[in-house]
Every structure is written in C-alpha cells, then in structure tokens.
C-alpha cells in the first residue's frame, strides 16, 4: 500500500542499497577476521590491532550522534506527510549510524585484544554492541525496502525494529560506560528513587552473564603434609613460634631467642638463580603492571595514585597519603583494604569488571606488607608461604 499517492517519481535506492550490502559484508567479514571472545586472548595482537582498537572510545561518538539524531527524524515522520519530508534524510542518518556502529564494533573488538576485559559489564558490552548493530544493519534493509515499495506497514514494522535495535545498543553502551568510569559513576549523584532501580536493573543483567563468584576468597593452603619447621630461622619476628617437633631439630643449632639472633643469615633454601631478585622489584611491582598500572602508572594516575615504583607506591594517592601501604599492617593500607573488599564495592579495586587479582595475588601483597613492606628483600631470603611458592615462581620468571 502506498503511503504517498501524490508521489509519483519512482523511488530508487540503487546506491544506497550497493553501500547497505558492502556495510552488511564488511561487518560480517570483520566479525569473522575478529572474532568476539569473552576471555583473554591466547595470542598478542599485531599494533596495527591495538592502534586502531585504541580509536573505539572516538569512533563510537558517530553512531551515538546519528542514531540519537534519527530518533528525532523517526518522531518527525511518524506522519504519512512526516516521512514525505523527512523520510530521506532519515535514510542519511540510519546509514550513517549504521556505518558508525559497524567500524565502532569492529575497532572495539580490536581494543579487546589488549586483554584485560573480562567480567560481566565487559560481556554485557561487546554482545549487546554486535546485536544492536545487526539490528540497526537490518533495520536499514528494512527501511529501504519499505520507501522502495512506498510499503506503510513494513515502515511501521522498521520503526520497531530500529527502536528495539537502538534500545539494546544504548543499554550495550551504558555497560561499556561501566567499564571506563567504573560501575557507579552514572548514578553516583543520582536520587534515590532513580538510583535504586537503575542499579537493581544493571544488577539483573550482570547477574545474567556473571559466574557466581566464591565467597570471599580465602587463599587455601594445599593438603601438605606438616613440615618441620627449618630451625635456621633467624627474623624472631617471622618465626612463627608453633611447636618444633622434637626429633626434626638437629641437636646442633641452639634455638633462636629474641635477644640472641643468629647474625650471620643463612640464606634458607638456596636458590641461585633468584639471588639477585628482590621481592618488591620482582614478584609485588609485576602484579601491580599487570592489573593496576593502566590506571596507575606513568600515563594515567587515577586517584593521584602512582604503583610503577617503590618510592610512589609508598607515597600513596589523594585519600591514601602515607597511608597506602603501612608496613606490617595490611588492614591500615589502604591499597589492601580496596583490593580485599567484595568485587561489587564501589571502591574495589581493580574497579568492577577489570581484570581482577588472583586470589594469591592478593594474599602475596598482603604478606609483603606484614614482613615490612620492604624493597630491600630478596627473593631468596624470603620465606613466602608455601602454597604461594608456584604464583612466586611464575612471577619471577616472568
Ligand atoms: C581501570 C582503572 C583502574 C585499575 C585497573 C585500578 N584502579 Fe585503582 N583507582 C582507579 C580510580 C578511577 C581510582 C579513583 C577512585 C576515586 O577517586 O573515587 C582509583 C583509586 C585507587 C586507590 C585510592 C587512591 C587514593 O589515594 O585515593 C588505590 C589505593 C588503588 N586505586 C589501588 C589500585 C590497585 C592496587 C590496583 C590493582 C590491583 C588498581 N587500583 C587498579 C582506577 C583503577
């Protein structure tokens, strides 16, 4: 059924329609080339991945502004005159949104590639960006086809599609919000009545995509058998003073008192090749490279905060002056206390949705500060507990 008697010019879209299927192949060729994955990537992407994946925060202003734009359009040719005048440069604006969308998808699948993306609002993100823009992509067919065969009904049908489509793409892109700003920035001013529904909704869709996690991640020693405790322990501090079975102590060495340490260390299990390792430089900084320093290294210092050396990482940041590490203290650093707290407290850290630390990642920064916070130690005289022994390995190795 025609919706514009008057009209009589045929329309033709021959163009538009050349341009609608080249953007529908490249978007599934991209998808193919750049799979979306939902965990690490096994493999480092090229820098020419990473250079265009880093364009993702600007590219994706396009597609806001076009299909914000079109909503407009669709409002002012909800009439038969309406669409008459505004129908074309709708037109304009959904292929322009629609281009926008496709090369923003893409570009943030390669900025994915970095690492570093997990968890719920990361899913959330990328599976909601792809399906709103394969629904923009088909509301755009459907649209041409129903201005080619002047069709008001399958008209009426696209203006469904495109607002379903706009709607998944818009709460897509809230959840990618999520991930730059963290997952209280948009409500964190917000009143009350507004504030508490938001965050039961968001909750709801994390809780879609999100494992459970394990309550509060306590490290668990391994089943080991019980060790004798190595009688060369010469810190009275970190010797712990558990019963020493009796027939394991060589009669030789006199047990260490506090007022009598040994003073020659004898560096308790020898291993060469860490011997010029030292804690700090070695095992905590590569944990803080690796989960903490996009946000807090060179480029970026979120909350003032610094962790790219011992010096600023001591310093502490704007609310943790001083007191971001307190030797032997843990529970008064405020680093341990952020990354010790529930994932969904909104000032855990790293922030929601970011790679997070292991559990024995977390338990290795608490027991470097209760042996002293030192940057002095080695890798070698430090007596790590022995269900942590393999992370430290692995971090020393590098
Ligand atoms: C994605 C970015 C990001 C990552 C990754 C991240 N943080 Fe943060 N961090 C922030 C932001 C943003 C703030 C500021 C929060 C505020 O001011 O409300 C912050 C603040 C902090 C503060 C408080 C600083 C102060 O004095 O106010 C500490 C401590 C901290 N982070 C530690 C860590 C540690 C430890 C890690 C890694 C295990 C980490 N952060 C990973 C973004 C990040």
Same mark, same amino acid.
């Given at each position: 059924?025609?919706?514009?008697?008057?009209?009589?010019?045929?329309?033709?879209?021959?163009?538009?329609?050349?341009?609608?299927?080249?953007? /529908?192949?490249?978007?599934?060729?991209?998808?193919?080339?750049?799979?979306?994955?939902?965990?690490?990537?096994?493999?480092?992407?090229?820098?020419?991945?990473?250079?265009?994946?880093?364009?993702?925060?600007?590219?994706?202003?396009? @597609?806001?502004?076009?299909?914000? *734009?079109?909503?407009?359009?669709?409002? !002012?040719?909800?009439?038969?005159?309406?669409?008459?005048?505004?129908?074309?440069?709708?037109?304009?604006?959904?292929?322009?949104?629609?281009?926008?969308?496709?090369?923003?998808?893409?570009?943030?699948?390669?900025?994915?590639?970095?690492?570093?993306?997990?968890?719920?609002?990361?899913?959330?993100?990328?599976?909601?960006?792809?399906?709103?823009?394969?629904?923009?992509?088909?509301?755009?067919?459907?649209?041409?086809? !129903?201005?080619?065969?002047?069709?008001?009904?399958?008209?009426?049908?696209?203006?469904?599609?495109?607002?379903?489509? *706009?709607?998944?793409?818009?709460?897509?892109?809230?959840?990618?919000?999520?991930?730059?700003?963290?997952?209280?920035?948009?409500?964190?001013?917000?009143?009350?009545?507004?504030?508490?529904?938001?965050?039961?909704?968001?909750?709801?869709?994390?809780?879609?995509?999100?494992?459970?996690?394990?309550?509060?991640?306590?490290?668990?020693?391994?089943? /080991?058998?019980?060790? @004798?405790?190595?009688?060369?322990?010469?810190?009275?501090?970190?010797?712990?003073?558990?019963? +020493?079975?009796?027939?394991? +102590?060589?009669?030789?060495?006199?047990?260490?008192?506090?007022?009598?340490?040994? @003073?020659?260390?004898?560096?308790?299990?020898?291993?060469?090749?860490?011997?010029?390792?030292?804690?700090?430089?070695?095992? /905590?900084?590569?944990?803080?490279?690796?989960?903490?320093?996009?946000?807090?290294?060179?480029?970026?210092?979120?909350?003032?905060?610094?962790?790219?050396?011992?010096?600023?990482?001591?310093?502490?940041?704007?609310?943790?002056?001083?007191?971001?590490?307190?030797?032997?203290?843990?529970?008064?650093?405020?680093?341990?206390?952020?990354?010790?707290?529930?994932?969904?407290?909104?000032?855990?850290?790293?922030?929601?949705?970011?790679?997070?630390?292991?559990?024995?990642?977390?338990?290795?920064?608490?027991?470097?500060?209760?042996?002293?916070?030192?940057?002095?130690?080695?890798?070698?005289? !430090?007596?790590?507990? !022995?269900?942590?022994?393999?992370?430290?390995?692995?971090?020393?190795?590098?």
């Amino acid at each position: 059924m025609s919706y514009d008697p008057q009209f009589e010019e045929p329309q033709s879209h021959t163009g538009t329609w050349i341009a609608t299927v080249v953007l /529908i192949v490249g978007f599934i060729l991209g998808l193919l080339i750049f799979p979306p994955l939902y965990e690490a990537p096994k493999s480092d992407a090229s820098s020419a991945v990473l250079f265009v994946g880093r364009f993702h925060p600007i590219l994706l202003h396009l @597609p806001i502004g076009a299909l914000i *734009f079109l909503v407009v359009l669709e409002f !002012a040719s909800i009439t038969r005159r309406g669409e008459m005048k505004f129908g074309p440069a709708a037109l304009l604006a959904l292929f322009v949104g629609a281009a926008g969308s496709v090369v923003a998808v893409l570009a943030g699948i390669m900025l994915s590639r970095e690492g570093g993306y997990a968890g719920g609002n990361f899913s959330l993100h990328q599976t909601m960006g792809i399906i709103g823009t394969a629904g923009v992509l088909l509301s755009l067919v459907v649209r041409l086809t !129903a201005m080619g065969q002047r069709n008001w009904e399958l008209l009426q049908a696209y203006k469904a599609l495109f607002f379903v489509s *706009f709607g998944i793409m818009s709460l897509g892109a809230h959840f990618g919000g999520n991930l730059s700003h963290g997952s209280t920035f948009l409500v964190k001013h917000a009143p009350d009545v507004i504030k508490e529904p938001m965050v039961k909704v968001e909750k709801w869709f994390l809780a879609l995509v999100e494992k459970p996690k394990p309550a509060a991640t306590p490290v668990v020693a391994p089943e /080991i058998a019980p060790v @004798p405790k190595e009688p060369q322990v010469i810190d009275p501090k970190i010797a712990t003073s558990g019963p +020493v079975p009796k027939a394991a +102590v060589p009669p030789v060495t006199p047990p260490p008192t506090p007022s009598m340490p040994n @003073p020659v260390p004898t560096p308790p299990i020898p291993a060469p090749a860490a011997d010029d390792k030292f804690v700090f430089q070695h095992v /905590i900084l590569p944990i803080f490279e690796a989960k903490c320093n996009k946000c807090h290294g060179e480029e970026k210092q979120k909350g003032e905060l610094r962790l790219d050396t011992f010096e600023w990482t001591m310093k502490g940041g704007e609310n943790s002056a001083d007191k971001n590490i307190v030797p032997g203290k843990p529970d008064e650093s405020v680093t341990f206390q952020l990354i010790s707290s529930p994932e969904d407290d909104s000032e855990h850290m790293p922030p929601e949705g970011k790679d997070q630390l292991t559990a024995e990642e977390t338990a290795l920064i608490k027991w470097w500060i209760e042996q002293g916070a030192s940057s002095t130690l080695k890798v070698s005289d !430090a007596r790590f507990p !022995a269900e942590l022994k393999a992370v430290v390995d692995g971090l020393v190795k590098g």
